[in-house]
């Protein structure tokens, strides 16, 4: 299962349920404030295996928690701020060219 970050839209959750994918959004846990080190803790312990996130900055405390979580992977969407139903569109494209496929232990940059 995957865990949306604060950072994109919740809608995001039923595309990817279309796409096969299971996931929840930190808004909905109400995880939203939490700091990113603790939401990977979180979201780890809830057993999820990947956080998606537009977070640039997610990288250093990620890579401190994905030492100790090292089956965790994260995918940082690399695609533009847009209006949701811009967004999942955009999505819906990058997805048919790459899926994403979280590598355990690691960030990755999707799509690339």
């Known amino acids: 299962m995957w ?4 950072n994109l839209p919740v809608q995001l959750v039923a595309l990817l349920g279309e796409l096969g994918i299971e996931a929840d959004s930190a808004v909905a846990r109400g995880w939203n404030t939490l700091s990113n080190g603790s939401l990977v803790s979180a979201a780890v312990e809830a057993k999820f295996s990947a ?3 537009r977070d640039r900055l997610f990288g250093q405390p990620a ?10 992977g994260i ?5 533009p701020q847009l209006r949701a139903s811009q ?3 955009a999505f819906r494209a990058a997805w048919q060219t790459a899926r994403i496929i979280p590598a355990p232990g690691r960030m990755i940059e999707w799509p690339a």
């Not at 865990?3 to 604060?6: F, H, K, N, V």
């Not at 928690?65 to 965790?72: A, D, I, R």
């Open 3 to 6: 865990l949306l970050d604060a």
């Open 51 to 53: 956080l998606l996130t």
């Open 63 to 72: 890579a401190q928690v994905l030492k100790v979580h090292g089956e965790f």
């Open 75 to 79: 995918v940082r969407v690399t695609l």
């Open 87 to 89: 967004f999942l569109a």
